[in-house]
């Protein structure tokens, strides 16, 4: 259920972006296992005037998700994240920036306006 942003400039070419997509959000779904269909994530690019970011980062990825996860999980999130985007050679690591913005499940609105805290969501988000 999480949803997931990434920022960065334009001038990548369609394939590395999709490839970047796909290394953050299978990180997400593995890490805070979640089902392999729970994708919700946009890319977002920028011209340089538009997008201004402190060095040495490049990337700003933000994910809004629920409250509950402990600090190992969101730790191994961020390394997860970052090591197979260097991996890759997409970015390296120092250049990501992840927030994560935690809401309480009563503050999400799903499947036709209902609270998430009133709904089976399929997975634990206390892990």
């Known amino acids: 259920m999480p949803t997931v942003k990434v920022e960065l400039l334009a001038g990548r070419d369609r394939s590395e972006l999709l490839k970047i997509r796909d290394l953050v959000m299978d990180s997400v779904v593995e890490i ?28 700003l990825i933000e994910i809004a998700l629920f409250t509950g996860r402990t ?29 994560l913005n935690e809401q309480p499940a009563e503050n999400w609105g799903i499947r036709g306006g209902i609270p998430a805290d009133e709904i089976e969501l399929g997975f634990r988000v206390q892990i």
Request: proline share 5%.
């Open 71 to 99: 600090k190992e999980t969101k730790k191994n999130l961020f390394q997860t994240i970052v090591d197979r985007l260097d991996a890759n050679g997409l970015i390296e690591k120092k250049k990501v920036f992840i927030v």
């Open 32 to 59: 805070l296992q979640l089902p392999a269909d729970d994708r919700n994530i946009r890319l977002i690019e920028y011209q340089p005037d538009l997008f201004q970011m402190k060095s040495p980062y490049e990337v």
